[in-house]
């Protein structure tokens, strides 16, 4: 089993930026895909970006395209979200997840693909 803490959430203004982080423990970090999703208030959870187990490959939505960069460090277990030129409608809780399972080069892009999730942290960005 893996274990997936996020943090690096917080307050900002629009145009600011954060860089969350999600550590994992448990198993071997490089034998996953990871991937970020948000859920805002009334709104289902969302794909947001997503992270082959080498980092060779990543995904984002649409609408963070060209503001939000995922990477990863496989020799720290982290997974990480930049996210630059916030905009309000970005504030939500996010989450980052794990999946075991799937080619090197897999990004998995559904809630469903993924079978480890951490607690969430929030972001919330003030116009």
């Known amino acids: 089993q893996v274990r997936l803490v996020e943090s690096g959430g917080g307050l900002v203004q629009a145009g600011g930026s954060l860089r969350l982080s999600c550590a994992a423990s448990g198993r071997t970090f490089s034998d996953y895909a990871m991937g970020w999703f948000r859920q805002a208030p009334g709104k289902e959870r969302e794909f947001v970006s997503a992270?082959?187990?080498?980092?060779?490959?990543?995904y984002s939505t649409d609408s963070v395209k060209g503001r939000f960069t995922v990477s990863r460090d496989n020799a720290k277990n982290t997974v990480y979200l930049q996210m630059n030129s916030l905009k309000p409608e970005d504030t939500a809780v996010y989450y980052c997840a794990g999946r075991g399972s799937g080619s090197n080069g897999y990004v998995p892009q559904k809630i469903q693909d993924y079978a480890y999730w951490g607690q969430g942290t929030q972001v919330t960005v003030s116009s």
């Open positions: 992270i082959s187990r080498s980092g060779g490959n990543t």
